[in-house]
């Protein structure tokens, strides 16, 4: 967790935004209408940062006061939970929110392929153990594992373990993928 409040990094901030146009003190300082030794203290971090400061010298410099005080870094660890559906092991991968998801799926033992589907999006995937069956519209591709195979969702397929044991795999798909894979019964 990052101990710095954003208010304690304005100054680093701001004295960032000054020496990337190559200005001195001196060339921020006189148009924003405030003393060297002023905006000095104020980059140190030994003068409390007010609007009364801050706003000239954000128009002087073309930025917004909030590129100065960045928001919070959110939370990076995945806290979703694992699901159980027709016998196979979903566990996510990604944030809820994330453009691209990841999954790990376990498949149980099949003896054939399912019926295939098509929905929207696209899939990557990568077998981590186990044998993993690919039917993709209409020929059958058997995966082993450290091979990775990569689709267009729109073409049918299905995805299963063989008869001879269950499968692992880590999966990435398009949001429209992981709201298929995740969400309908």
Do not use: C
Not at 6 to 29: F, N, P, S
Not at 102 to 108: E, W
Not at 132 to 155: I, K
């Amino acid at each position: 967790m990052n101990m710095a409040s954003g208010i304690d990094q304005v100054g680093a901030r701001l004295r960032a935004a000054r020496q990337a146009r190559g200005w001195t003190l001196e060339e921020l300082a006189m148009p924003a209408g405030i003393s060297v030794s002023t905006l000095s203290r104020l980059e140190a971090g030994k003068r409390h940062a007010s609007l009364e400061l801050l706003l000239p010298l954000t128009r002087q410099l073309g930025i917004r006061l909030d590129d100065l005080v960045p928001a919070e870094t959110p939370d990076p660890r995945v806290r979703r939970a694992v699901e159980r559906r027709d016998g196979m092991l979903i566990a996510p991968l990604t944030l809820e929110k994330s453009p691209v998801q990841a999954l790990k799926i376990v498949y149980p033992p099949l003896d054939g392929a399912p019926a295939a589907r098509i929905h929207d999006g696209y899939e990557w995937l990568y077998v981590l153990s186990g044998r993993v069956r690919l039917a993709l519209d209409g020929t059958e591709h058997l995966l082993e594992p450290g091979e990775a195979a990569e689709f267009d969702t729109r073409v049918p397929h299905s995805i299963s373990a063989t008869a001879e044991g269950a499968a692992e795999v880590l999966s990435i798909f398009s949001a429209a993928g992981e709201r298929f894979h995740t969400r309908l019964a």
